[in-house]
């Protein structure tokens, strides 16, 4: 037993269990993946992002007692990108229910994340809420609930204030305009939905406001801890607020490990074993039911546009501890 671990009898009274070292555990990830730092390429289709030193790399894990754990630079903050599709999906199921169904799928792509093909031969119904397609779709579901693009992007800010439980998160509007100025195809495909009338509002103002939710920028600590509510049945185990239902988790946990990597979800699935998201700016989240909120960031992608380091941390992660949910 090494000096951190701590014993603790489950609530049958049974056989006490040993606590993992955690700290430990995830040094040894980062030394392991250390010779990877870096290798891939850092997303340069956004101009602002070009710019990120692809040497650096930060992952943390929050257990659901508040327990934080956490190597390299875990609370510089990074564009969380696609992450942001989490926290947009939840509040609409919030609103929506099922009637969401209606207008974006819950089925796995198979395609790249900015894939146009698809949504044309499927009458503009995007296959699930991860790929930009129906994040589209999902933000303009929140602006025609709130009736307001600004008012809008304000109460994603405020969700993810509360959900992390840090008041100063905010967007880098570098970011957010360098890809107003170059995201051709997301303005097509915004453009391609509402042909198909599954847009309510002006297509401009809706991925305008996507780009910025996409903009945000967090710490892999403050994002380990924004996956508790995942981790516990759509409840905040520190809080005890309650921001979706347990049924609402499962989906939305169901939805990132089938969806959350588009074209490689099955290997992340694979390989890692847990739901997960990532986002071009080398950020994954992953959850553990029952267990904890994770996040790893390095800012060079694989070619599906996946953090390459961030990815094998994982698996390592899964490897050394067997938590998985298989
Ligand atoms: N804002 C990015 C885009 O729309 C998000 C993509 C991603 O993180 N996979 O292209």
Same mark, same amino acid.
């Given at each position: 037993m090494n000096s951190n671990s701590t014993t603790a009898a489950n609530s049958k009274g049974s056989a006490p269990f040993e606590t993992p070292d955690y700290q430990k555990i995830l040094e040894e990830v980062y030394e392991e993946v250390k010779p990877h730092i870096g290798k891939g390429k850092v997303a340069d289709y956004i101009p602002e992002l070009a710019?990120?030193?692809?040497?650096q790399f930060a992952m943390s894990l929050m257990t659901l007692d508040g327990q934080s754990y956490g190597v390299g630079e875990e609370q510089k903050r990074f564009s969380i990108q696609s992450i942001s599709k989490v926290f947009t999906f939840t509040m609409a199921l919030k609103m929506y229910s099922k009637e969401l169904y209606k207008r974006v799928g819950v089925e796995p792509s198979g395609s790249p994340f900015n894939s146009l093909v698809q949504l044309e031969y499927e009458h503009g *119904?995007?296959?699930?809420?991860?790929i930009n397609a129906g994040a589209i779709v999902v933000t303009d579901s929140l602006i025609t609930h709130y009736k307001d693009e600004f008012i809008t992007l304000e109460n994603i800010l405020g969700f993810i204030r509360d959900i992390s439980q840090t008041p100063d998160i905010n967007l880098n509007p570098y970011v957010a305009k360098s890809e107003m100025e170059h995201g051709y195809r997301n303005r097509a495909l915004a453009d391609l939905i509402k042909s198909f009338d599954n847009l309510d509002n002006d297509p401009t103002s809706v991925v305008e406001t996507y780009f910025k939710h996409c903009a945000v920028e967090m710490s892999t600590k403050e994002l380990a801890r924004s996956m508790l509510f995942l981790a516990n049945k759509g409840t905040d185990?520190?809080?005890? *607020?309650?921001?979706?239902?347990p049924t609402q988790a499962k989906r939305i946990n169901a939805v990132m490990l089938t969806c959350?990597?588009?074209?490689?979800s099955g290997e992340f699935a694979f390989h890692v074993g847990l739901p997960g998201k990532s986002g071009v700016g080398g950020g994954i989240v992953a959850v553990v039911p029952g267990k904890m909120g994770i996040c790893v960031w390095s800012p060079a992608l694989n070619k599906y546009g996946n953090s390459y380091a961030g990815t094998l941390a994982l698996e390592l992660f899964t490897k050394k501890t067997g938590l998985s949910i298989f």
């Open positions: 710019k990120v030193d692809p040497n *119904k995007p296959r699930n809420p991860f185990p520190l809080t005890g *607020k309650e921001f979706v239902t959350g990597h588009y074209d490689a």
